[in-house]
């Protein structure tokens, strides 16, 4: 199915965003791992809406209900399946995009495809909403990887024009954390501070902005993945996208590659402390599909929310004509930043999968 993805490691995101609850099923997961939900659910809080001007006033408790695969606050192998109920749905404010979509929105496929039965009140199943039970999964393989001496971490590395310090060759689990803790999630405050203006602007304007989070996983080891089509670019890449609202990846130096040569975008190999390294790292730690044990960097773009308040241009579906539409509600200004843990718990869970599947003598 489409919400699905994951080989051993089985991923299934369930719910509409203004549905009775949102949920995912885990099937996989190794048995016998403590998870510590106080970690979970702080994981979690760092998406949640409500907390800022910069995003959504929508309020969610976002607190994941088990019904099953956790005993005692350990996996026991059965398939785990958790819900988040919603409870401040405002569906009235989205009666009017049945019969006009908002442009850059899935509101006109949704209903090319279901012949307008689909459930869109916020977004529906597109909804960043969904988000939440993706780092219900994520936040676990967190916990699971980091035994195991493997950690993901991310930041914003822009909004707009506005920059953050990128990470350095080598991040840490500390920076990571140190990251994690911060109400907006940067390596350099003073860019953040930067961009928490632009996103405000942007919302005093009626329009949104869009972003770039950079993420990094360190500790991976050498050998994992492989060539073609199951390369571990493409199986991150595959589950990225799945993210709503991101419309580019890229790996190592990405696209920049393109504008080097190949002296210049070459990583010289190196030996340090009896292991083969690199003294750069513009791969992002993948060569031909497999980890080289450097940190696995990766970059996405997330577009600007199409909800803005400014009139847009669109269709009456029921007139066939040419309409104005004036959204109303609550919207997020820029939803890059809520979505840094997202792209960490979606790394997480596809690097989880890849060590499972190739049992790299971690599990």
């Known amino acids: 199915m489409s919400s699905e993805f994951g080989n051993i490691l089985r ?8 549905g009775k609850a949102i949920g995912v099923n885990i099937d996989g997961l190794p048995a016998g791992e403590p998870i510590d939900l106080e970690e979970l659910n702080a994981f979690l809080d760092r998406r949640k809406p409500g907390k800022s001007p910069l995003s959504t006033a929508r309020k969610e408790s976002d607190t994941p209900v088990f ?5 005692n606050g350990v996996t026991c192998g059965f398939p785990l399946c958790a819900v988040i109920e919603n409870s401040d749905q405002h569906s009235s404010d989205y009666s009017e995009l049945a019969d006009k979509p908002r442009p850059s929105h899935a509101d006109y496929t949704a209903r090319v495809k279901w012949g307008g039965h689909a459930d869109m009140r916020g977004g529906g199943h597109f909804s960043g909403r969904l988000t939440a039970p993706l780092c219900i999964a994520g936040g676990i393989a967190k916990q699971i990887l980091a035994r195991r001496g493997i950690f993901v971490g991310a930041h914003l590395a822009a909004v707009g024009t506005e920059n953050d310090a990128p990470f350095p060759l080598h991040p840490t689990a500390e920076l990571f954390d140190a990251i994690a803790a911060k109400p907006f999630p940067v390596v ?8 928490q203006a632009l996103i405000l602007e942007a919302r005093q304007d009626l329009d949104s902005v869009g972003g770039i989070i950079e993420c990094a996983a360190i500790g991976l080891p050498a050998g994992l993945g492989d060539p073609m089509f199951g390369g571990v670019e493409n199986r991150l890449a595959a589950a990225l996208f799945g993210i709503p609202a991101v419309k580019g990846v890229e790996f190592g130096l990405g696209f920049g590659s393109a504008r080097l040569h190949g002296s210049e975008n070459n990583d010289p190999f190196t030996m340090e402390n009896g292991t083969v ?3 750069s790292n513009r791969a992002g730690g993948i ?5 080289t044990g450097m940190p696995v960097t990766l970059r996405t773009a997330i577009k600007p929310t199409p909800s803005i308040s400014r009139p847009q241009q669109t269709v009456s579906l029921s007139a066939m004509e040419n309409a104005e539409l004036v959204i109303r509600g609550r919207h997020d200004p820029c939803i890059a930043h809520r979505a840094v843990p997202v792209v960490e718990a979606v790394t997480a869970t596809v690097l989880l999968d890849l060590l499972l599947e190739g049992n790299h003598g971690t599990f």
């Open 11 to 18: 991923v299934s995101v369930f719910g509409q965003s203004h």
């Open 67 to 71: 019904l099953s695969g956790l005993e």
């Open 188 to 195: 350099d405050d003073g860019a953040g501070d930067r961009m």
């Open 277 to 279: 390294v690199t003294a």
């Open 287 to 291: 060569l031909g599909g497999i980890t």
